[in-house]
């Protein structure tokens, strides 16, 4: 069984806001996902160091993602995207011969993160009625087929849910196109194991991550490997770093100063509804939180939970602290982490310059952190 390891190396990957953007959540962001400013957040994360940026799927986002993201790599240079799809919504043979065009026309940009979905009430709005273990089951198949067009040679596939015959993806990528696929449950982890580049968590614990990633080597030591890579373990997460860790808690409350009443009211009936175990557990951790400061560990804030679906905690911090955490997390065996921020291009930015100085110095030793959760009512450690 593979063992937890800090000597991989890095790949940061930034998030690319297709949706409205703004400095508060839960409220109308003031800033509209244009071609433009998606292309200028494109544009600063590579100058910023970052690999690629990951697109989200929802249906509420201002863009469907797929069409976002083509426009966007052709108006840009340098880093990639990390593009999310939901299987539901494409025939794999299909979905096989469009990514091969994008890795064609954008040779070592294109990346293929897999969700399965989360929540029964907006995967409707695509149609999509399958229970959670229909839907993973889907995604296993959906994976298996992507893999084998991109072998170049003709297919044919038998059964219920997508037949096809002779079937063939030419050209095929120049290189491998990476797949990502997140999920708590075991069925997600299984397939993972199976068939990933890339096991994605949302951000927790350390402790909570140090017990998901021992599961996942479990199914991985278990599984059949299909993947011609070893799998890399991600980690999604918020991240807001101010020059001085005072300066950063407060930046953290400014940015939940302003949730709409209503906004929060519908977030919390949605929330009851999500079929998700990660989804679950993300509501968890911010129900857990210090009501006084929402920490629920040493620089790790729930406070985006409180009106944002998805990832709901941040690494908050000063530069040497927001560094310190990333590579505490690095030690249980995570190299790659995709961050964000709000706004986006702005907190890029920051830690562009505040942190990737730091995450490259690997040799000046970095300040202890604690894995045991803060007790209920301690402040923000500053």
Not at 43 to 64: C, K, V
Not at 104 to 117: M, S, Y
Not at 323 to 351: D, M, N, V, W
Request: hydrophobic share 45%; net charge neutral; charged share 20%.
């Amino acid at each position: 069984m593979r063992q937890p390891t800090s000597s991989e190396p890095l790949d940061l990957l930034w998030f690319c806001q297709l949706a409205a953007d703004g400095e508060f959540i839960g409220t109308v962001p003031e800033r509209r996902p244009t071609l433009p400013y998606i292309a200028s957040l494109v544009e600063t994360a590579a100058e910023m160091g970052f690999s690629s940026l990951l697109t989200a799927t929802n249906f509420h986002a201002e863009h469907e993602a797929w069409t976002a993201s083509i426009a966007t790599l052709a108006r840009t240079q340098g880093a990639g995207l990390l593009i999310a799809v939901r299987p539901g919504m494409f025939h794999p043979a299909m979905f096989a011969k469009m990514v091969a065009t994008a890795a064609n026309l954008f040779p070592g940009r294109v990346r293929i993160n897999v969700v399965t979905g989360s929540n029964p009430a907006e995967n409707a709005m695509y149609g999509d009625m399958e229970s959670h273990a229909e839907r993973y089951a889907r995604t296993r198949e959906f994976i298996a087929i992507i893999r084998d067009l991109w072998r170049g040679v003709p297919v044919d596939h038998e059964s219920p849910r997508y037949p096809f015959r002779g079937a063939i993806v030419s050209p095929v990528p120049p290189q491998p196109v990476p797949i990502y696929l997140g999920g708590h449950s075991d069925d997600a982890q299984q397939i993972a194991a199976e068939l990933a580049d890339v096991y994605l968590v949302w951000g927790d614990t350390l402790a909570g991550i140090e017990a998901r990633l021992a599961t996942m080597r479990a199914h991985e030591a278990r599984a059949t490997r299909l993947a011609s890579t070893r799998l890399r373990y991600g980690l999604r997460c918020h991240v807001l770093v101010r020059e001085t860790a005072d300066e950063a808690w407060t930046a953290a409350e400014r940015l939940i100063s302003r949730i709409d009443p209503d906004v929060r009211r519908r977030f919390i009936d949605a929330s009851a509804k999500v079929d998700s175990e990660g989804q679950r557990r993300q509501i968890a951790l911010t129900a857990s939180a210090s009501a006084s400061s929402l920490v629920v560990e040493e620089n790790l804030w729930a406070g985006v939970g409180l009106a944002r679906s998805g990832v709901g905690v941040a690494i908050v911090g000063d530069p040497a602290q927001v560094a310190a955490k990333l590579r505490a997390y690095q030690r249980l065996g995570i190299s790659t982490f995709i961050l964000s921020g709000y706004p986006h291009l702005e907190e890029c930015r920051r830690f562009g310059e505040l942190v990737m100085p730091l995450l490259r110095r690997r040799a000046e030793p970095e300040p202890e952190l604690h894995v045991a959760p803060l007790s209920a009512g301690v402040a923000p450690v500053t």
